[in-house]
Structure formats: C-alpha cells, structure tokens
C-alpha cells in the first residue's frame, strides 16, 4: 500500500511543492510547526532515513540547504531547524521550519489544519526566493 506521501507525490491528493527532481520533492507541511514549514521527501518509498543509499542522503540534505536558504529569505527567519523523526508517516522526510528560537521546534506547535490559501502563498514566497 502507498504511504499518503506517495499519493501526494503521484497527484493522487494535493499537495502544495516547492521542489520536485528525479530523486525526492518537498511541499509545504499540512500541519506546519511555523509558516513556511517544508517537507523534503524521496519519491522512493524508504521507511526509515537511515536505509537510504548514501547518495540519495546527500543528495536530499543538498535540496534541504537550498531551500532553507530560500526560506530563510522568504520569511525572514533567524534559522531553518531540520527535524528527521519518521513516525508520522513511513516514508522517510526531512522537516524544514523557519524559526526565531529553539522553542519553536516542537511538534506540539503543529497547527492542527490550515488555509490552502496560506499553504499557496507560503509556497509562492519560497518559490520566488529559488527563483533567485
């Protein structure tokens, strides 16, 4: 059965991306921790990070760098915190959240639903940063 990562990633239910290549793509987070927070996920369905190749780990740590950059700009935040933990979903992901303070990084700041209009302009701003 298909994690509900890989149905986003198939277009079998929405999703709001930012990043999609032949290894993994990132969308915004449907109970995000902060504005702007992203989900960086391999197109390969791998429960758990560390069963990844080398190569796709890397590669996926590259994308995440380039879109915390793009988020730092976007929203203006002191710091991008990455959170690898793997239990909401067995699909491996990275988690990218803008954030002012370490108290922020708690998933029991996660919204609980969220405006699909939000989700789209927080997407357009990361967008145009990459664009950069």
Same mark, same amino acid.
């Not at 879109?67 to 988690?95: D, L, N, S, T, W």
């Given at each position: +059965? ?8 198939? @277009?079998?239910?929405? &999703? ?11 969308? +915004?987070?449907?109970? *995000?921790?902060? !504005? &702007? ?14 069963? !990844?190749? *080398?190569? $796709?780990?890397? /590669? +996926? ?8 950059? =793009?988020?730092?700009?976007?929203? &203006?935040?002191?710091?991008? @915190? +990455?959170?690898?933990? @793997?239990?909401?979903?067995? /699909? !491996?992901?990275?988690? $990218? ?7 922020? $990084?708690?998933?029991?700041? =996660?919204? #609980? ?7 789209? =302009? ?5 967008? !145009?940063? $990459? #664009?950069?």
């Amino acid at each position: +059965m298909s994690t509900v990562f890989t149905m986003i990633i198939n @277009g079998d239910i929405p &999703g709001t991306f930012v990043w999609r290549d032949e290894h993994c793509v990132a969308f +915004m987070s449907i109970n *995000p921790i902060t !504005a &702007g927070h992203v989900l960086v996920v391999p197109i390969e369905e791998i429960d758990h990070w560390i069963d !990844a190749s *080398p190569e $796709l780990n890397a /590669h +996926m740590f590259d994308v995440s760098r380039t879109i915390a950059q =793009a988020q730092e700009r976007a929203f &203006g935040c002191e710091k991008v @915190g +990455m959170i690898i933990a @793997g239990y909401e979903v067995p /699909h !491996a992901h990275i988690h $990218l959240i803008p954030t002012n303070e370490m108290s922020e $990084l708690s998933f029991a700041h =996660a919204a #609980s639903s969220v405006e699909r209009s939000d989700l789209d =302009a927080w997407a357009a701003a990361i967008a !145009a940063e $990459l #664009s950069t």
